[in-house]
């Protein structure tokens, strides 16, 4: 497995947590899981991504994997590097041409989609496909960012009335 040791670089997007080695190669193996379930045809030692080039598993790819990408709202987003040795969760959605300069995947921590950026981005991929039980994942995902967000108002509305 090439292991290369490559930085998330995502401009200003902030972590919101910094994944060590293991934590990275633990969510790899649940995407791997999600997306790659028959890993024996998926060619996917070297670069995850290979099981959307290869056809092994359903997505979509260029500009209307990009317009899939940018429509997906989730309470946090994972960012996962190829090396499966870097990862970091952030609260808002990393932007597609940061992410496009190397070869990173993007998910909720249910997994309900993802987005795979590739160095070979034009040519192949980037990829976006959803996970067999996308709808009622992503059902989830909005519940949680509408819960989130009727709290930080809340929140807002007390500090207003005077409240620390």
Not at 59 to 76: F, G
Not at 81 to 106: F, G, H, K, M
Not at 140 to 150: E, H, I, P
């Amino acid at each position: 497995m090439n292991k290369a040791r490559s930085a998330i670089d995502l401009g200003t997007t902030k972590p919101l947590k910094i994944f060590s080695p293991e934590e990275a190669a633990d969510l790899a193996v649940q995407w791997m899981n999600a997306f790659c379930a028959n890993m024996q045809n998926a060619s996917s030692e070297t670069f995850m991504w290979h099981v959307f080039s290869g056809g092994n598993y359903p997505s979509v790819r260029r500009a209307e994997a990009i317009a899939r990408y940018e429509e997906q709202v989730a309470p946090e987003y994972i960012v996962l590097s190829n090396d499966r040795i870097r990862a970091i969760e952030t609260d808002s959605r990393p932007a597609a041409e940061v992410c496009a300069r190397t070869d990173y995947y993007v998910f909720p921590r249910n997994l309900a989609w993802t987005m795979a950026f590739t160095h070979e981005a034009g040519w192949l991929g980037p990829y976006f496909a959803a996970h067999r039980n996308y709808e009622a994942l992503n059902k989830q995902n909005l519940s949680d960012v509408r819960a989130r967000s009727r709290k930080r108002q809340e929140a807002e509305n007390a500090r207003r009335r005077g409240w620390k």
